[in-house]
């Protein structure tokens, strides 16, 4: 459908490069058979490119999620990722980690 090609053709220039069959399946998955909406997804891919996420994989993670916490709009997904920030830096200024950004690692543990 056009929505699902506008998608397409948005997620291949943020990421800058045409997408795999693999990671047009992910987006497919997420698009048919998870029902979330081609402006969430657009939100996904572009809020991931900018902060430096270009796995179609690591994207269908972070939608998963959302759809688990029922997250259908932009909005709601940028609220909670605002959320989730500010939940890190208040556990990294704890710990006197103030100063950088958390590591993988650090993430990580901050999730669980």
Not at 18 to 25: A, F, I, K, Q
Not at 70 to 98: C, H, N, S
Not at 101 to 112: A, L, Q, V, W
Request: with cysteine; net charge negative.
């Amino acid at each position: 459908d056009e929505v699902f090609s506008q998608l397409i053709g948005v997620a291949s220039a943020y990421k800058k490069k045409p997408l795999s069959h693999e990671d047009c399946n992910i987006l497919a998955y997420l698009y048919d058979t998870l029902g979330m909406s081609g402006e969430l997804l657009e939100y996904l891919v572009e809020s991931c490119v900018e902060g430096g996420i270009t796995s179609i994989r690591t994207m269908e993670k972070i939608a998963i999620g959302w759809h688990e916490r029922q997250i259908t709009t932009p909005q709601q997904a940028e609220a909670m990722q605002t959320i989730y920030r500010q939940d890190m830096w208040k556990i990294m200024k704890a710990f006197g980690l103030g100063g950088r950004n958390p590591g993988n690692s650090e993430k990580k543990m901050m999730e669980k």
